[in-house]
């Protein structure tokens, strides 16, 4: 599914693998580009990711999105999936990534957003740089030092989430960044990362023409590595041509969120710094 707006370019592909049904649910329209992998087992984690999906789908309705925007679309989402934990009568939670074309300072941003162990890369030619960190066990062990990434990927917890959408906590976290020529984001479920490693993601994404090529083709690529999991892959490309001027090419964390752009120590603390 392709859909397109004034600033981006987006299509998304998904696959249930493997498993008995598919709990992972995307939206890729208008600004709008993310993915979220339901947990909870039964129906209650198709029913989180699908909520998610809901709350964003009014979002990629707005014919302009701000970062506020977006702050509200996450809690909003924490608490339709409380509503979908409560009506299940057990647990339920999804994780929550993807990348938003926001108006920030007259400009043009991707905001990209992240709850859990779904990534957010930004590909520029054959390479893929990873925007987002996990929130998963194994991360925080890679963090303090006490294993490798290599170790990491095959790590028997790799799978325990230390954060989700639905847990309550409102913290997520998120950074601007640039748009620049050429760059296109890739936006997926861990059921790719887990088969499919970083180089072949920049591989794939820089050599398919079209964001729906791109898209179909990671998720392929998965499968055909036997991958264990649901598989979901959004791909968005920006329609803008050059990046704004003075503006950095590395991506900019948002520390603290929710994201307040007065606080010292946001996006605009550090611009006004730098002048």
């Known amino acids: 599914m392709t859909a397109e707006s004034s600033w981006s370019a987006g299509a998304g592909a998904t696959d249930v693998g493997p498993r008995a049904r598919n709990e992972d649910a995307y939206l890729s329209r208008g600004p709008v580009h993310i993915v979220a ?5 039964h129906l209650a984690g198709a029913a989180a990711s699908g909520a998610v999906v809901k709350v964003f789908s009014a979002l990629a309705e707005l014919p302009v999105v701000t970062p506020g925007d977006v702050v509200t679309a996450v809690r909003d989402c924490q608490e339709a999936v409380i509503a979908v934990a409560r009506e299940a009568g057990g647990e339920s939670g999804t994780t929550l990534t993807g990348a938003i074309c926001v108006e920030y300072m007259d400009a043009p941003w991707w905001m990209v957003i992240n709850v859990g162990d779904s990534r957010t890369y930004l590909a ?5 740089h990873q925007v987002t960190v996990d929130h998963s066990h194994v991360q925080e062990l890679v963090d303090a030092g006490r294993i490798s990434q290599a ?3 095959v790590h028997p917890d790799r799978n325990i989430v230390t954060r989700a959408i639905g847990d309550g906590d409102p913290r997520f976290d998120a950074w601007l960044v640039p748009v620049a020529p050429g760059s296109r984001m890739v936006i997926a479920s861990d059921g790719l990362m887990k088969v499919v490693d970083d180089a072949r993601i920049g591989s794939i994404a820089a050599l398919a023409g079209t964001p729906q090529d791109a898209a179909s083709g990671l998720v392929e690529a998965a499968l055909a590595l036997a991958t264990n999991d649901n598989v979901t892959v959004v791909v968005a490309d920006s329609l803008h041509a050059q990046t704004p001027p003075g503006i950095d090419v590395a991506p900019w964390r948002l520390w603290g969120t929710p994201w307040e752009p007065e606080d010292d120590t946001t996006l605009g603390a550090r611009r006004r710094a730098r002048a």
């Open 151 to 153: 170790e990491a990927a």
């Open 124 to 128: 520029d030619g054959m390479n893929v």
């Open 37 to 41: 992998d339901g947990m909870g087992g």
